[in-house]
Structure formats: C-alpha cells, structure tokens
C-alpha cells in the first residue's frame, strides 16, 4: 500500500519548502512522506486560528511533530472566534505562509489538499455559479505546491494507521453546519456518486487544459511580461469581449506570488484596465499594484 501511494505522489523539484502542517491526517502524512526524501530542505509552518477551544492541542502536536523528524518550526496564533468563515481563516493562514515564504527564501508552500478536496471544491463551486476555473479548483502553481492531488483521503488514513502516526481530527469537520460539510458528508455516503464526481473532475481538467492554452495565445499577444512588471496593451485588450477578457485576467493572475484571486478583483481589474485615468493606480495586494499608463496598464510586482 505505502509503494503504491508514494507512487502517486506528485514530487516537487529538490530544494527549501514550507510545509502548511494544521495537525490532521493529511499534512501529518505529507509531512512523512516527504520526511522519508534527502532532496528537501523543510520547514514546518502552521497557523493557529484560535476557531476551536482545543486548537494550541493542534500546535503543540505539530511541534512535537517537527521535533520528531528534526525540522525547523514556525507557527503563528490568530484569535479568530468560532464564528470564522472557511474564508478569512483561509486569508490569515496564507498570509501567514507567504511571509514564512519570504523569509525562508522557499521554492513554494506545500500543501495537503488531496482528491476528496478537489471534489469537494468542484461541487462547492458549481452551488456558487463557478465557471470553468472553478469546476477543475486547487491546482499547483508556481507558489503553491499540492503533491498529494491524485490521492483519496481514505489512502491517507491507511497510510496513517499502517505507519503509527499521530494526529488529531478537526472536530468543525463533522458538524453539518457548513455547505462544504455538508458535501463531505453526501459523498461519503454515496461513493458511485463521489464516483462520478471524480471522473467529471478529470473531464473539468481537460476542460481547463485546453482552455488555459487557448487564453496563453491571446495573453501572448495582449500582454508583455517581464521580471518586476507585466504590460497589458489596452487597445488590444479592450478588443476581447467581457468573458475572454476576465478569462485572460485569471490566468494571467494566477501564478503571480502573494495575489488571492477571486472574482471581485478580476472584474475590478477588467474595468480598471479599460476606462482608468492616465496615473490612476488600483492595489492589487499590499505589494502589487497596477498603474494606469496612455497605451494600457502596468501590473507591477513590487
């Protein structure tokens, strides 16, 4: 079992990584695997939401955890309440692994997130009107590495138990108060249907691949990029039509470190670029800005 889940494991290049490590089955296991690997200099990072009563259990495990396998420690506690939504305890924890990020100098944040996930996030988006980024969600990039996307949570409980290793369960994750919860629950139910939801992801990723390629050739040809700045020629741009423009916005913003993409700010972009004042500038995050400029606009990246 262990061979063939190490098998699937999608193995960053060698190098100096942050290791987002919450105290659950999926990093304790992640952080093992890679554990077991001489290429990798590791940093374990873990945030403290302050959501639950018993989350310091979580960060003193965590701890111990990186006394175990002799690896570096950083954590940060946040006092967020019990009311927090998925979102803003997703905002500060990323926040916080993108300033351990620049600290270390890391390649990219490794993270957990595995096949249930990316299913589980495929039907939470599809609810919200996702268009086709959404419906094939939480893919690696530049900054952020995820080597454990072709495996099943319930491989990772098996790698766990058949490995003796320690962890704690979130006790949020089995209440049914949350719509991702509440999906979670459905498909562990009724696993033709999380069948069928993992061959539909597959189809979704082939969706995105093709599409991604399509909307390189019109960034190829609207946008110039270079090492500290990216040049979006506005005549061109404003030749697109609203959807392939916001389209070729997400991909262009994608892989650009320290930016949360969402809807809101790509639409805000779209606009910006086209009807901005000549030295108008619109922060992007607190180290990216795009600026106005007379032939289109200027992302710099601080």
Do not use: C
Request: aromatic share 6%; charged share 30%.
């Amino acid at each position: 079992m262990r061979e063939e889940l190490i098998k699937k494991v999608i193995f960053p290049k060698p190098g100096k990584y942050i290791v987002a490590v919450s105290g659950g089955v999926d990093s304790t296991s992640l952080l093992d695997i890679l554990s077991n690997h001489d290429d990798y200099e590791l940093i374990i990072a873990h945030f403290n939401h302050g959501i639950r009563p018993d989350s310091d259990l979580d960060m003193e495990l965590v701890h111990n955890l990186a006394g175990k396998y002799g690896l570096g420690f950083v954590a940060e506690s946040a006092n967020l309440g019990k009311d927090a939504s998925e979102a803003l305890a997703r905002e500060y924890r990323y926040r916080f692994l993108r300033d351990i990020k620049s600290e270390y100098g890391a390649l990219a944040i490794l993270t957990a997130h595995h096949l249930d996930d990316r299913i589980e996030t495929m039907e939470l988006n599809r609810q919200r009107g996702s268009g086709w980024h959404g419906l094939a969600p939480l893919r690696a990039t530049d900054e952020i590495k995820r080597p454990l996307l072709d495996i099943f949570k319930r491989e990772l409980v098996k790698y766990a138990k058949d490995n003796n290793l320690n962890w704690r369960e979130d006790s949020t994750n089995k209440t049914l108060d949350t719509p991702r919860n509440h999906i979670r629950d459905k498909l562990a139910k009724d696993l033709q249907l999380k069948e069928r939801l993992h061959q539909e992801l597959i189809n979704n990723d082939h969706i995105r691949d093709q599409k991604e390629l399509e909307l390189k050739s019109i960034i190829d040809n609207v946008v110039g990029i270079d090492l500290n700045k990216i040049t979006i020629n506005r005549s061109k741009f404003v030749s697109l039509d609203v959807e392939t423009a916001r389209d070729a916005l997400f991909y262009l913003l994608q892989n650009i470190n320290n930016l949360d993409i969402n809807r809101d700010l790509v639409v805000s972009l779209e606009h910006f670029i086209k009807t901005s004042k000549v030295g108008k500038q619109k922060p992007l995050s607190k180290d990216i800005s795009a600026k106005s400029q007379a032939k289109g606009a200027v992302i710099n990246l601080g």
